[in-house]
């Protein structure tokens, strides 16, 4: 199947952030890692463009409501576009959809020193 | 329509549970067992009993025995994974999954032994693990149903299997709850979080043999990674609230020793992890009080309040009244210790 000529081009986030937080070790602060597309390869761009486009943070609540499971971990997500950013925020069994979770995952993964980029 | 008893409108399961489970248990081709054990859980899921399923699957066994498995999520997100090691087959070389065994079966052990409590339901309920949760996963949870465990970043956290009170915390999650049912958030939060540290503490004390004099009081001493120049030494202590750790990273501890220090805030479902200091402190006061080893007065005095004095939403009052209470049963002198330690907390 090809894409349609006549429809736009989905347009690249600038920067995507991800921060984790609570879970068994609540208080403690864990550092936000970002993204910055720019900066990346264009494997890498469409890689990242295809986990925004299946995580649809427009589509998303805010924040997910309910304490998820005890000692779940809490991940803000936020991607930001020219002109506007849309975050959401989410925990273990609290019923987020899978891609968040695989967004979220990519983002630590690539700027986590010493560990493959995926 | 299936007519079969047990079996939902529209659905039927041509194989009964139990014969699937017989084949997970006993056939000698591994690859069968776990077939058998992942269509135990699917089926499970399906018909939405998935924790009666595990209350049932085991039930013809004898009190006390431990039935533990572990599986591996091979850094994906799905659970349980796939089964690796299961009640009785020997350690391997997967050191998280080694772990994971032999600190449910401490735990497990710890109940049996000391609280007379057969698994975390009290009815023999298997131990599910899952390691290798995710990628860079830096915590551990229980889900109601199992526990599962990250192997941590490498930077900041090590695994989460690496320490037992880490492990007996999540699996007393599980027997909140089966009885107090505390609600988590709020005070009834902080609650449940307490009496999962409470008891990983014990249980940890109970394997080393220590006294309450000679015990650390520290949850997850060794899962921080140290570094030069910061204090990284455990994620919580009982002992002395707010002196986990200090680091330019990761914060200083903010956990209240007393009432006065209170959060108010929202965050961490309205300060679970935060306010928990308070009873962790308390008890550590009653159990230091009391001397002698922390499991054999203190530990029963919180744990029949856990499990026949506290209900959804019981708040810190609420604890210190019933364990003020069911202390006098334990002596004058436990009596007094009890009454001062949630006095000297403020409550």
Redesign the interface.
């Known amino acids: 199947m090809t894409a349609d000529p006549s429809s736009p081009a989905p347009v690249l986030p600038v920067v995507v952030e991800c921060q984790r937080q609570g879970g068994l070790a609540f208080p403690l602060r864990r550092p936000a890692i970002s993204v910055e597309v720019a900066g990346l390869d264009e494997a890498e761009r469409q890689a990242l463009q295809r986990l925004v486009q299946a995580a649809d943070l427009a589509g998303q609540p805010a924040d997910y409501p309910g304490p998820g499971y005890p000692d779940a971990l809490e991940t803000h997500l936020t991607v930001t576009w020219p002109g506007h950013s849309t975050s959401v925020r989410f925990r273990d069994g609290d019923g987020h959809p899978a891609p968040l979770d695989e967004l979220a995952g990519w983002v630590l993964r690539h700027n986590r020193p010493g560990q493959a980029k995926k | 329509m299936c007519q079969h008893a047990g079996c939902p409108p529209h659905i039927c399961y041509i194989i009964p549970p139990y014969m699937t489970e017989h084949v997970a248990t006993n056939a000698p081709d591994p690859a069968m067992r776990r077939r058998a054990l992942r269509n135990l859980y699917h089926q499970g899921q399906l018909r939405g009993m998935r924790t009666a399923m595990n209350q049932f699957a085991f039930a013809g066994l004898g009190t006390g025995t431990k039935r533990r498995t572990v599986y591996d999520a091979q850094h994906g997100?799905d659970l349980p994974g796939t089964l690796v090691r299961s009640e009785g087959q020997a350690a391997g070389q997967d050191v998280a999954v080694n772990e994971a065994y032999d600190y449910a079966g401490t735990t497990y052990d710890f109940y049996f032994d000391v609280m007379k409590r057969n698994s975390v339901d009290d009815k023999g309920m298997r131990l599910d693990s899952t390691v290798h949760y995710?990628?860079?996963?830096?915590?551990?949870?229980?889900?109601?149903q199992q526990m599962?465990y990250g192997d941590g970043?490498?930077?900041?956290?090590d695994r989460?299997t690496k320490c037992l009170d880490?492990i007996g915390?999540?699996l007393t999650?599980g027997v909140?709850q089966f009885t107090a049912g505390l609600t988590?958030?709020s005070q009834s939060?902080a609650l449940?979080?307490s009496f999962?540290d409470v008891f990983g503490s014990l249980i940890k004390q109970y394997a080393a043999g220590d006294t309450a004099d000679k015990a650390d009081w520290l949850i997850?001493e060794g899962?921080l990674i140290p570094k030069a120049g910061t204090n990284r030494t455990a994620?919580r202590s009982m002992k002395a609230p707010g002196t986990a750790?200090d680091d330019p990273?990761?914060?200083k501890?903010?956990?209240p020793a007393t009432m006065k220090d209170y959060y108010s805030g929202s965050d961490?479902?309205y300060g679970?992890?935060?306010n928990s200091g308070i009873p962790n402190h308390a008890f550590y006061l009653a159990a230091t009080a009391i001397g002698g080893k922390a499991w054999e007065v203190a530990g029963l005095i919180w744990y029949e309040t856990l499990t026949t004095r506290l209900q959804l939403w019981s708040e810190f009052k609420d604890a210190a009244a019933a364990t003020r209470e069911v202390a006098q049963k334990h002596g004058p002198a436990a009596a007094k210790a009890v009454d001062d330690a949630w006095t000297a907390v403020g409550l």
């Open positions: 997100g995710s990628t860079d996963y830096d915590n551990a949870f229980w889900n109601g599962v970043d490498g930077e900041i956290f989460f880490v915390h999540e999650h909140t988590y958030s939060g449940n979080e999962s997850g899962l994620l750790y990273t990761l914060g501890d903010p956990q961490d479902n679970v992890h935060i």
